[in-house]
Nanobody
């Protein structure tokens, strides 16, 4: 099992940027495919971005393509989500998650395939 702790959330104006971090415990970080989900009030948790074990493959939800970038630093056991051009509809709690297998495109968004979750970090974008 890997423990995940997110940080970097906060309040930002429309058009601003934030970088979220997710620190993972343990020595098996490179065994995990990492992802970010988000959940807005009254809505289901939705997939945002994912990255393969070594960082060579990434996958994004259509609504963040061109604005968000996922990356990882395996030496630091950390995955990042750089969020640019933020919009009020990006307001949500952002969760870091991990899984062992690299999914096919359609499976990135399937929450039940992710075994480990962080506690979440709030991102609020003001208009």
């Amino acid at each position: 099992q890997v423990q995940l702790v997110e940080s970097g959330g906060g309040l930002v104006q429309t058009g601003g940027s934030l970088r979220l971090s997710c620190a993972a415990s343990g020595r098996t970080f490179t065994s995990y495919v990492m992802g970010w989900f988000r959940q807005a009030p009254g809505k289901e948790r939705e997939f945002v971005a994912g990255i393969s074990w070594g960082g060579g493959s990434t996958y994004y939800a259509d609504f963040v393509k061109g604005r968000f970038t996922i990356s990882r630093d395996n030496a630091k056991n950390t995955v990042y989500l750089q969020m640019n051009s933020l919009k009020p509809e990006d307001t949500a709690v952002y969760y870091c998650t991990a899984r062992r297998t690299l999914p096919v495109a359609a499976d990135w968004s399937k929450r039940d395939q992710y075994a480990n979750w962080g506690q979440g970090t709030q991102v609020t974008v003001s208009s």
